[in-house]
């Protein structure tokens, strides 16, 4: 929410040309899978730290241990109003199958999507079917991954399904409701 209110609702988002090289790693408050541990050793494995930005996202329960690990191009912060920064300048997000997804699809940001629950799974299934995003695999090289959003044939798809969804949605209606319902 606080995303979509800093970013849609003041009009201050811009996408440019999609040839930025920064990933933001974005699952959630506690990460109850040690998906990002994972996914840190999975970049460093297949060194791809030289060529990408990592920003991780550790929520207020993620295990702090990743804190310590240093290595160039990867970085780990707790901030919003850093993560409004980065998120302006991401080319893909990972991501859980939930808010942080529909957040990042809303902004027209591609999704590696890493779904947890049930409901995430569901979510996933119907947007991948849709071909708006990609369900992350652990056992296929992120490379090949993440190189997939770089496709001219994948770019025009992804924006027209995002149109399609999300470009008729107003927003903050549907957040002042859902939020006065809580």
């Known amino acids: 929410y606080r995303l979509i209110n800093n970013l849609i609702l003041s009009k201050k988002h811009v996408r440019k040309k999609n040839d930025k090289k920064n990933i933001l790693i974005f699952l959630g408050g506690s990460d109850l899978h040690n998906f990002q541990l994972k996914l840190y050793n999975k970049i460093c494995k ?3 730290y030289k060529n990408y930005k990592f920003y991780f996202f550790i929520g207020p329960g993620v295990k702090k241990k990743l804190l310590y690990f240093k290595k160039k191009n990867i970085f780990f912060f707790n901030k919003y109003e850093k993560l ?3 998120v302006q300048d991401t080319f893909c997000v990972i991501c859980n199958g939930g808010n942080a997804m529909f957040e990042m699809l809303q902004l027209k940001i591609p999704c590696l999507a890493i779904p947890t629950s049930s409901q995430e ?9 849709k071909g708006i995003i990609l369900q992350f695999s652990f056992k296929k090289k992120l490379l090949s991954q993440i190189s997939f959003f770089y496709k001219i044939k994948h770019q025009k798809l992804f924006i027209s399904n995002c149109e399609k969804y999300f470009g008729k949605l107003d927003i903050e209606k549907a957040l002042k409701k859902a939020f006065l319902n809580i």
Not at 121 to 129: G, R
């Open 121 to 129: 799974k569901a979510n996933v299934l119907f947007f991948k079917k």
């Open 46 to 48: 297949e060194n791809l």
């Open 84 to 86: 409004r920064l980065i």
